[in-house]
């Protein structure tokens, strides 16, 4: 944002859940050696995450891909030694691009899929034969009433309206 200092971006990390620890980082890259996602692609290191989001480099951070790069598997927030809780910090800048819109397309089309079917992904006549096959019963309807209960009260409807609106 216009004007806005490095301070800023961090204070607005750790005034949200999950992101209150980033401030502890040293950067020692403890969490990227153990990280397997920055093993398998340079496109991903949890340290420079972290470093860009404390010198302020917010749109880099958050307009980026690779803060959905995380597999969330916990192994780097087990072993940073300044207990750095980091891959609860990935979460909550994940939560901050979402609010801004900034909201990779393959997440808003299992979204759509949530809110619509209730499903991440539709049931195909292949998947269904394949079942079938398999000797597996065919697959119940979702309660959807029960789905659209907790995605309005998780405000995740409202979260996907804003995507729309952003993308206009
Ligand atoms: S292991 Fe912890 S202190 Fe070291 S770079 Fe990663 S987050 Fe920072
Ligand atoms: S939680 Fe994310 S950043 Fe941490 S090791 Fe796993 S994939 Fe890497």
């Not at 153990?34 to 398998?40: D, Y």
């Not at 808003?108 to 499903?119: H, I, Q, V, W």
């Not at 979260?159 to 609106?165: D, N």
Request: glycine share 8%; charged share 25%.
């Amino acid at each position: 944002m216009a004007g806005e200092k490095p301070l800023d971006f961090a204070r607005e990390i750790t005034n949200r859940l999950g992101g209150e620890t980033i401030t502890r980082c040293y950067q020692c890259g403890t969490c990227a050696s153990t990280c397997p996602v920055a093993r398998t692609t340079e496109r991903y290191n949890p340290r420079q995450i972290i470093r860009l989001a404390l010198l302020g480099q917010r749109d880099e951070v958050l307009k980026g891909d690779s803060i959905w790069l995380c597999a969330s598997c916990y192994n780097c927030q087990e072993r940073c030694p300044q207990k750095v809780e980091i891959a609860d910090v990935i979460y909550a800048l994940r939560n901050i691009a979402i609010r801004e819109g900034n909201i990779p397309a393959i997440y808003t089309e299992f979204a759509a899929g949530l809110m619509s079917e209730g499903r991440l992904a539709p049931i195909s006549k292949f998947l269904e034969k394949k079942r079938a096959d398999y000797g597996l019963p065919p697959l119940k309807p979702t309660g959807m009433e029960a789905v659209k209960k907790i995605l309005a009260a998780t405000g995740f409807d409202k979260v996907m309206f804003k995507k729309e609106g952003a993308s206009q």
